[in-house]
Nanobody, 123 residues
Framework: QVQLVDSGGGLVQAGGSLRLSCAAS????????MGWFRQAPGKERDFVAA????????YYADSVKGRFTISRDNAKRMAYLQMNSLKPEDTAVYYC????????????????WGQGTQVTVSS
């Protein structure tokens, strides 16, 4: 089993930065891929970024490419999402997720989820 706890959200002005963190416990962290998703009110949960178990490969939604960076520290059992140049449309609850059974882009395939952390970007 795996438990994920995400944190680091908050209120920030447009153009600002935040770093989200996801702490994992349970099975060895280096054995599964990780992803970040977000969900705005009334909308579906959307893919943001993903990283393979080794950290060698990363994937991004077009809307965040060049602004967000996903990373992981397997020794610390942590995943991160560095968010720069934030825009009001980035406002959402952000979730970390672990162990996708198929595509890293599909939220339906992830076995484990954090509880979510709110990110609000004011204009």
């Amino acid at each position: 089993q795996v438990q994920l706890v995400d944190s680091g959200g908050g209120l920030v002005q447009a153009g600002g930065s935040l770093r989200l963190s996801c702490a994992a416990s349970g099975r060895p962290f280096s054995t599964y891929d990780m992803g970040w998703f977000r969900q705005a009110p009334g909308k579906e949960r959307d893919f943001v970024a993903a990283i393979t178990y080794s950290g060698r490969s990363t994937y991004y939604a077009d809307s965040v490419k060049g602004r967000f960076t996903i990373s992981r520290d397997n020794a610390k059992r942590m995943a991160y999402l560095q968010m720069n140049s934030l825009k009001p449309e980035d406002t959402a609850v952000y979730y970390c997720a672990g162990e996708p059974r198929g595509s890293v882009y599909n939220p339906e395939g992830y076995n484990y989820w954090g509880q979510g952390t709110q990110v609000t970007v004011s204009s």
